[in-house]
């Protein structure tokens, strides 16, 4: 894909060649962090440009994708990103801290920010206590509208119940913090590399902090200008990127779009490398699914071509049998799957109740099962050829097989 970007030339995002046309904002934007971030991929730049922007219209758009800059070690210019978003994203504050839910909720509910968290790796641990509520504030304010309520002091000493909104973009750094799944979920990650080789320029901020702001007064002209097109546009993506994928990436789509030039085909590309890379990680047991989706995925691998009722014990023996490290004694849960559990999760998970058949055999039947894994995108699992009709001679009669 021939794309114009960092110089406003056409190319492969390279960023050579004689700028015959003005640079859009995304392409200053992507053109300025190059200059003092290194990222893994080169795509990584034009992520971190995109996410920057829509801060700026974060009222035009629905969701708000939570950044996580991250690297295998140290010194890879973490805190250097966040310094950049802090000048550059729309009314940022620094949370080097977070000392309660209560305190970001207050922070955001008088006015969306753009919140930095530092060390997340430290500050988002979900072992630390009180991580956990401070995590779903995070979940929650991903969606426009969003609320969490926090009691406030009252006249007399009593308090009272307020409702404050929680909507507003996060980014986080760390060192491969332990985050959970449903917050992974909702997160875009960009991987950065240590400038071994001396080619990123310092972050002085004595001398470059007034380039900077010049750059953010053009990103704050354009969201004038630009906030009906934002909010106006389709913000389509590709077919395959559905659910959660698709809430991640349509905002940034929107910002594409409104930019125009090759952006939008851009994004379409980096989300589907996106859900491609989540696919391969799922596959490589490197995403940890929730017990009741890993059982649906066994269940469906599991069950037997063609068959239309499946006994319980059958059912059981056979997801020990496909998967012994995540269903036998030799799980984490520390014993083998029961009736009674696989009973339990399903219902209450999915609806799926057990059934008996003419034998009076307790099981499930195939039918309980469809509709969930159609909607889990995992279809029908295959059915038996049909067997051939025996061979007609000439008499016309059927010959006993």
């Known amino acids: 894909m021939s794309t114009t970007f960092l110089d406003g030339s056409g190319g492969s995002g390279g960023l050579g060649g004689l700028n015959q046309t003005p640079p859009d904002v995304l392409s200053r934007l992507a053109k300025w962090l190059t200059r003092f971030i290194r990222t893994t991929r080169m795509t990584d730049i034009y992520i971190l440009a995109l996410w920057i922007l829509h801060t700026h219209v974060i009222e035009q758009v629905y969701t708000s994708p939570r950044l996580l800059i991250d690297s295998a070690m140290p010194g890879s ?26 305190l970001l909720a207050r922070i955001i509910d008088a ?14 641990d979900p072992k630390r206590e009180g991580v956990g509520e401070l995590l779903a504030v995070l979940n929650s304010g991903y969606k426009r509208g969003a609320t969490r309520p926090v009691l406030i002091p009252s006249k007399g000493g009593t308090w009272d119940v307020a409702e404050m909104a929680t909507f507003a973009p996060i980014a986080m750094a760390g060192n491969q913090p332990n985050l959970p799944e449903d917050t992974k979920s909702r997160t875009i990650r960009i991987l950065l590399m240590p400038d071994l080789d001396g080619t990123v320029e310092e972050s002085d901020w004595e001398v470059i902090e007034p380039l900077a ?27 395959p990127i559905k659910g959660r994928s698709r809430e991640r990436w349509k905002p940034l789509k929107k910002v594409a779009q409104a930019v125009g030039g090759d952006w939008p085909a851009l994004v379409d590309e980096l989300a589907l490398a996106d859900v491609e890379l989540e696919a391969m990680e799922r596959e490589d047991g490197m995403t940890r699914e929730r017990p ?6 066994d269940v469906h691998s599991t069950w037997a071509d063609g068959e239309q009722f499946t006994p319980t014990a059958t059912l059981v023996q056979s997801l020990i049998t496909h998967s012994p490290m995540q269903w036998s ?34 099981g499930y039947g195939v039918a309980s099962f469809l509709t969930v894994w159609q909607r889990m995108g995992l279809g029908e699992p295959p059915r038996p050829p049909e067997p051939p009709e025996p061979p007609v001679f000439g008499s016309g009669e059927r010959v006993a097989l």
């Not at 953010?216 to 546009?233: F, G, H, L, P």
């Not at 009741?292 to 995925?297: E, K, Q, T």
């Not at 799980?331 to 058949?357: A, C, E, V």
């Open 77 to 102: 210019g973490k805190t250097t990103v966040l310094e950049h978003a802090q000048r550059l994203g729309y009314r940022p504050i620094q949370a080097a801290s977070l000392s309660s839910p209560a």
């Open 111 to 124: 006015g969306v920010r753009t919140i930095c968290i530092d060390e997340a790796d430290r500050n988002l």
């Open 292 to 297: 009741a989706m890993v059982l649906l995925r």
């Open 213 to 239: 702001l010049d750059l953010r007064a053009t990103i704050e002209e354009w969201a004038d200008r630009a906030r009906q097109s934002v909010a106006q546009a389709p913000g389509d993506l590709p077919d």
């Open 329 to 362: 004694a030799h799980s984490s849960f520390g014993r083998d799957l029961t009736p009674q559990r696989l009973g339990r999760m399903l219902s209450s998970n999915f609806g799926i109740h057990s059934t008996r058949n003419t034998k009076g055999e307790r």
